[in-house]
């Protein structure tokens, strides 16, 4: 029997008690709809809104998904997940954006579907029913009901709904491709990372979740906040010599040297190799970053990028000495050999391409970059994070991040999670 039933839905109880909603999808409930993009092109679809993925609804203004199916989509259509979870925040389910990757996905043909998430400032106040399903809760208490691992809960009930239904649903639920971006690049890379990893099944039982798998095809994680046991000496290691940072007063100034001197360690611990297989270690790793700022600024300005000098960037008519980036994104212009950059000089050395862009000749090559002088500058557009960026918490020294409230409990406390701050903390109380 086709698992389809009405449209109708239990009524959404207000926040704090746990309303009971069986699983449910009707294929012919979809509203049509389009949107336009910004090169004027208008995509038409259906929209299924309001789809609650759980059971058990702790929270109904945000554990419901979106999907929006393109005309012309099937059973087999690939199924484009975006999470907009940004700085542990709770995430509602939001409708395709002409600007961003889910008015491309639209456009491409791909199903869109889009899942509302708890965050760590999520709450509830406690009813009766409540606080006699959980222990030690008290009626009219304030509940966090976000805090670290819910987020993630969360998604990947929104993907077992996605198979639950998947042939009732257009879109290949096999092919879930799911992208997200800081905090929400965290979550894609843990939907990649942990399908149907056992320490989640209890959770999700308890939630109401569909009993299928909650693997995804693939994960997008642009700038992901991820390795957040090494992420504060990593960050001291980039930005310590920075004007910013020698502005601190001598505690912190003492925080950052001791941090960024635990990094090289880590790092070769890793034991990383570059692509073309040799090793990349702590003697290196600033030269590999600077070579991918490089690459990244050269696709760039070849695709009208206008990039100061001002900033560390150096410039040449031609290529020689210069990091090898591919011209035009990698893509070959016509005539050009196969096999592009040949001796590590770039594609259509010494020929420049006709045209202007930012007051330079097309085909001027980027030699080099102060690091130093670019970190400045980045630390300018964008203020630093404290010290220790993301385990901040030591009483009477620095409030708690982000981080320190994700990993908190429901009452509210926020939590280290780091061995250096505990340590920290451990030499303040003595």
Not at 65 to 72: A, C, R
Not at 74 to 81: G, M, N, R, S, Y
Not at 324 to 352: F, L
């Amino acid at each position: 029997m086709k698992k389809v039933c009405t449209s109708i839905l239990c009524v959404c109880l207000s926040l704090g008690a746990s309303a009971q909603k069986a699983l449910q999808f009707d294929v012919n409930a979809g509203v049509k709809s389009s949107i336009e993009l910004f090169d004027g092109t208008a995509v038409s679809y259906t929209a299924y809104e309001r789809l609650f993925y759980v059971t058990n609804v702790e929270d109904s203004t945000y554990q419901f998904l979106n999907v929006y199916v393109p005309d012309g989509a099937t059973q087999q259509t690939p199924i484009f997940l975006r999470t907009y979870v940004g700085g542990y925040m709770a995430s509602p389910a939001a409708q395709p954006q002409a600007g961003d990757a889910t008015g491309r996905a639209l456009k491409e043909g791909y199903v869109v579907v889009i899942p509302g998430t708890r965050g760590r400032g999520s709450t509830i106040v406690a009813d009766k029913a409540y606080a006699k399903t959980h222990k030690g809760v008290k009626k009219g208490q304030t509940i966090y009901t976000g805090r670290a691992p819910k987020a993630i809960l969360d998604l990947k009930a929104a993907i077992r709904y996605l198979r639950h239904f998947d042939k009732e649903m257009p879109g290949n639920a096999d092919r879930i491709i799911t992208d997200g971006t800081s905090a929400g690049g965290a979550m894609s890379a843990l939907m990649g990372a942990t399908g149907n990893n056992p320490e989640y099944a209890d959770m999700l039982k308890a939630m109401g979740a569909a009993d299928e798998r909650d693997d995804v095809f693939a994960s997008v994680c642009y700038c992901p906040i991820i390795d957040l046991e090494h992420a504060d000496m990593a960050y001291e290691w980039l930005y310590g010599q920075t004007d910013s940072r020698k502005a601190l007063d001598d505690t912190h100034k003492g925080y950052t040297k001791e941090l960024a001197s635990q990094f090289p360690a880590y790092v070769n611990s890793l034991n990383l190799r570059k692509q073309d297989g040799t090793p990349l270690n702590a003697d290196n790793y600033l030269d590999y970053i600077k070579s991918e700022i490089i690459r990244a600024a050269q696709i760039a300005k070849n695709a009208g990028a206008d990039i100061p000098d001002s900033i560390g960037f150096s410039f040449s008519s031609s290529a020689g000495g210069m990091f090898a980036a591919p011209i035009n994104g990698g893509v070959r212009p016509q005539g050009m050999p196969q096999g592009g950059m040949q001796g590590g000089m770039p594609p259509m050395a010494g020929r420049p391409m006709r045209g202007r862009m930012g007051g330079n000749q097309v085909g001027e090559y980027i030699t080099d970059l102060d690091m130093q002088k670019y970190l400045n500058y980045v630390v300018s557009t964008q203020a630093l994070k404290g010290v220790p960026a993301f385990d901040s918490l030591i009483g009477g020294i620095n409030s708690a991040s982000g981080e320190n409230e994700e990993f908190g409990d429901e009452t509210g406390n926020s939590v280290n999670f780091t061995d250096f701050t505990a340590q920290k903390i451990a030499g303040i109380v003595k």
